[in-house]
């Protein structure tokens, strides 16, 4: 077992009674929560400038730098121990932060700004880091990695998916490597043995659904083996047939930590099996079938949260219309259930928004990254009913063995801290829940991004040919672009209008997502068009040819607002990161999702404000668009905010209901 002294010297965290280090969950009230969240809506972050800490790691440069190697790793060492005594004080931190920055000058040729070393301090002071879009989230990262793991820790860096682990994992493994500490990397198709070793190493890139799963993997496992079992053959040096996946929770440094920790918190993860439907395949045919008979407003209603009911007219006409089939049918129960399931197919879940078709089988979409989730499914005969709708073979209903929401699991982690571009939206949040901190970092050079004019249509295709001719025209000018859409469908819509006008592009999206890594790196060259639906959480950097720079840098057109306003932050990032040159625009309609949705009523009322030219050039026009868009905005978070805490409560419910009929709590 790893010496996880270092992380809990000072700072009252308790262990919990399991088969590897985890932190003991402790009850907290309701109102301890509240005043958490209210505690920084008060006192909102400020920006971090602790330059007396990078002085201090400065004040040591000199020194290090004269250093051999073998003395260097020596010294870390020497530091590394004191930790383990001392715990992860300032003094030590300054010294073992020099080391690793000369390190990573002499292996990687990249020595850490001081703004990535006040990065560094914050992962280590367990908080979440705001740092710009292009600052360097991914080299700040090994400073807390590299000190944790040669104090004893088990480190896990946790990605939004595989090819960013895997990327970065071998980005900074030279470093790692010059300290002795071998790094490990989990993807989706390894073996449960592969993983296991890949744990065992004292730093691991991983992404945040594979950690998650693996450690529910374990929970099945070991459920049935008592504890005190598994330590005592640990003790004695022997094998257990379920030795754990995981070494433990001990440090979490999560990349995009706003998109994991908050926008992917809305459901729980769960393992399940599939199991022999009890329906018949028929069945959901015929309930298909049915529902494309109904007419809105007559048989059935929609509210603007998509949930759908029918209506009495609606319940005597599937009666009427199921009346002869038989079976579950006869049943006004079922009747009611199928029928509202096979709506929702038809009317809430729509084909390359929500999932696509690939392989002849329905494949998830996950809404905040624009990527296929293959293993995810949805619940209760939904999933059958999409595929019914699709002509998809039908699969067989799951039945759930454990789960566990994001919330609780990193919660048991014994230092959980994180980055991000965009946290200060969701930093209440984050410390009501997490009991996170949010510190903003600030910009190594001056933002240079230029923000023109919104341009406003009323008119959906009209929107779509306004944002092919302006891409053109930017790209004319020897100038990349990089047009965000907000599902498959309308980056497959805006890639038939440029192919009408001839133009060349790259097209990056759930269909495609194996060519994203050349995709992006051929985003930064002169002239190319890419369009890519939600890049939240891609977490790849476009370089800039030098002619780019000098032409006006990257040109990003954002198509349509997102929920969160941190979404639309994200894609901006894109443009003129680390002090390059750059400009942002959006180009959007009013008959968007977010506007009919969450302001139908003002949305209407704006349709007289604009003309069809499509800008807000005017002061006056501009000011109300934008205040129209915050308002929406507003009201799509605080929806999905209550989504995500009903989430966590209905998690601690269940763990009480656990509790009460006598079953172990991990």
């Not at 690939?358 to 059958?384: C, S, Y």
Request: some cysteine.
């Amino acid at each position: 077992m790893s010496d996880v002294r270092a992380l809990i010297i000072g700072r009252g965290i308790e262990i919990g009674d399991g088969i590897y280090p985890e932190r003991q969950q402790q009850p907290v009230s309701a109102l301890e929560e509240w005043l958490r969240g209210w505690q920084v809506r008060i006192v909102p972050n400020k920006a971090c400038r602790d330059s007396r800490f990078v002085r201090q790691v400065n004040a040591w440069e000199a020194q290090v730098t004269a250093l051999p190697d073998q003395d260097l790793r020596t010294d870390m060492k020497q530091v590394a121990f004191a930790m383990q005594t001392a715990g992860l004080s300032e003094s030590l931190l300054t010294q073992a932060f020099a080391l690793i920055r000369e390190a990573s000058r002499r292996t990687l040729g990249k020595r850490h700004h001081d703004v990535q070393i006040l990065t560094g301090q914050a992962l280590l002071s367990g908080k979440i880091a705001e740092m710009a879009t292009g600052e360097g989230k991914t080299l700040s990262a090994t400073l807390g990695a590299c000190t944790a793991a040669l104090a004893g820790a088990a480190v896990h860096v946790v990605t939004v998916n595989d090819y960013l682990a895997e990327r970065d994992a071998e980005e900074n493994a030279p470093l790692y490597t010059f300290f002795g500490l071998t790094v490990g990397v989990v993807k989706q198709d390894m073996t449960i043995d592969d993983r296991r070793n890949e744990y065992a190493k004292p730093i691991v890139y991983v992404s945040n659904k594979e950690l998650t799963f693996d450690y529910l993997k374990d929970r099945i496992a070991l459920g049935g083996i008592p504890l005190a079992q598994l330590k005592l053959r640990r003790l004695q040096g022997l094998k257990s047939a379920a030795s754990p996946i995981l070494r433990g929770l001990q440090v979490a440094i999560v990349d995009e930590a706003d998109s994991v920790l908050i926008d992917e918190a809305r459901i729980p993860l769960i393992i399940s099996e599939t199991l022999p439907d009890v329906l018949p395949v028929d069945i959901y045919r015929q309930a298909m079938a049915l529902a494309q008979r109904l007419e809105e407003g007559t048989h059935f209603l929609r509210n603007k949260d998509k949930d759908i009911w029918l209506s009495t007219v609606g319940e005597q006409a599937i009666a009427s219309l199921a009346d002869g089939l038989g079976g579950v049918w006869q049943s006004a129960l079922w009747q009611k259930e199928l029928s509202s399931k096979a709506l929702s197919a038809l009317y809430v879940f729509q084909r390359d928004l929500h999932y696509i078709v690939a392989d002849n089988k329905v494949q998830i979409v996950d809404e905040f990254t624009g990527r296929v989730m293959p293993d995810r499914t949805w619940e209760r005969g939904l999933h059958q009913m999409v595929e019914a709708k699709e002509g998809c073979e039908i699969t067989g209903q799951r039945r759930t063995l454990s789960q566990i929401t994001y919330q609780r699991f990193f919660g048991r982690y014994l230092l959980l801290c994180g980055m991000t571009g965009t946290a200060r939206e969701v930093a209440p949040e984050l410390k009501r829940v997490y009991d996170l901190s949010v510190v903003r970092i600030p910009t190594h050079k001056n933002n240079r991004r230029i923000r023109l004019a919104n341009m406003v249509f009323q008119d959906s295709e009209a929107r779509w040919r306004a944002v092919a001719q302006r891409a053109r025209a930017v790209a004319q000018q020897g100038r990349p672009v990089l047009v965000g859409t907000r599902s498959v469908e309308a980056s497959d819509q805006l890639s038939r209008l440029l192919g009408e006008i001839h133009v060349e592009h790259t097209v990056l999206n759930a269909r495609k997502d194996k060519a994203e890594a050349q995709a992006i790196a051929q985003a930064g060259l002169p002239g190319p068009i890419t369009v890519a639906t939600n890049m939240a959480g891609r977490g790849t950097d476009i370089k800039l040819a030098p002619e780019v720079e000098q032409r006006g840098g990257l040109h990003v057109i954002l198509t349509e607002f997102h929920e969160s306003a941190r979404v639309d932050r994200q894609l901006f990032g894109r443009s003129a990161r680390q002090g390059n040159p750059g400009s942002v625009e959006a180009m959007v309609c009013l008959e968007d999702e977010l506007f009919q949705r969450y302001a139908p009523t003002i949305t209407r009322f704006g349709r007289r404000l604009w003309p069809d030219h499509g800008r807000t050039d005017a002061f006056w026009r501009s000011l109300l668009f934008r205040c129209l868009v915050i308002y929406a905005q507003s009201r799509a978070e605080a929806k999905n905010r209550r989504v995500r805490l009903n989430t966590l409560h209905r998690d601690r419910r269940w763990l009480q209901a656990l509790g009460f009929v006598g079953m172990e709590k991990k």
